[in-house]
């Protein structure tokens, strides 16, 4: 496919798989739950439309898709994560709360002064959500659906993905500032000098792997290195991982591409 790139300092290789599009449109993330992958497709763009066309697409590991539209009804669902066994996707200002297994909306939790809410990451119970235009990451508690502000501050600079590393600090990429940051009390700068960073997950071994969408790279960063990852791609959205494998959204070619990290 010409779009991978190896990584000698972190990988032995990074191969590519296989191509996921089969009734996919505008897909923004791809995460893992229970051996099954979910995409969001935000469907018509703009991204922050609410025309109901939005829905959740159900695969297998090996990109046979299980079912089309497994949740429908959504406006422009972003981010996906998975806390206390259900499924937590951000739609533009509201989080919507659903059974993985069968689709059925359970709760639709609105968040007041939302704009653009983007990823999900849950850790502990909590499911956090980043807001790019407000510079505000919310904190929404798994059981009783409250919700809270997490951090608020300029120096965000258009929060997007979200992620934990071990031992529980958030990891934030921003769109508009093009920096890795750690979130932990203050904000601190990881890594920068990117254009517009989209999604972010975090290997077993605290390899943090994020995604350029303006460049259509995708980087890992380990005790302070950068490291390239893939190229050539062309809108990398908020990237899923499970067990060596990348779950890389083609925001504008509708198609999830799947590659192997080989250590």
């Known amino acids: 496919m010409g779009i991978v790139a190896g990584v000698t300092a972190l990988f032995a290789a990074v191969v590519f798989l ?67 066994g259900k499924l937590f996707v951000a739609d533009i200002d509201r989080v919507v709360v659903a059974d993985p297994e069968t689709g059925k909306v359970l ?16 850790y502990k119970g909590k499911v956090y959500v980043s807001d790019t235009q407000t510079n505000t990451i919310y904190q929404v508690d798994a059981d009783n659906c409250s919700v809270k502000v997490y951090v608020k501050s300029p120096k965000l600079q258009g929060p997007n993905g979200i992620a934990f590393i071990p031992g529980g600090k958030m990891i934030v990429v921003s769109w508009g500032g093009g920096k890795v940051l750690e979130v932990d009390g203050g904000i601190k700068t990881l890594a920068s000098g990117f ?35 893939a190229k050539n791609l062309i809108s990398p959205a908020d990237i899923g991982y499970y067990r060596g494998k990348l779950f890389v959204p083609e925001f504008m070619m509708n198609d999830v591409k799947v590659l192997e990290i080989k250590r």
């Open 18 to 84: 296989f191509n996921i599009n089969q009734g996919l449109k505008t897909p923004e993330s791809a995460q893992e739950f229970n051996g099954k992958l979910y995409i969001s497709n935000i469907g018509g763009l703009p991204p922050d439309r609410k025309d109901g066309d939005g829905y959740i697409t159900l695969a297998d590991l090996n990109g046979k898709i299980l079912k089309d539209k497994l949740i429908t009804g959504l406006n422009a669902p972003k981010g996906i994560t998975f806390c206390r």
């Open 107 to 122: 709760r639709v939790i609105n968040v007041p002064g939302a704009k653009f809410l983007n990823d999900t990451a849950s």
């Open 195 to 229: 254009e517009n960073l989209d999604g972010v997950v975090v290997a077993e071994d605290g390899t943090i792997i994020f995604s350029d969408f303006s460049a259509g790279k995708i980087y890992a960063l380990k005790n302070g290195k950068v490291s390239l990852v």
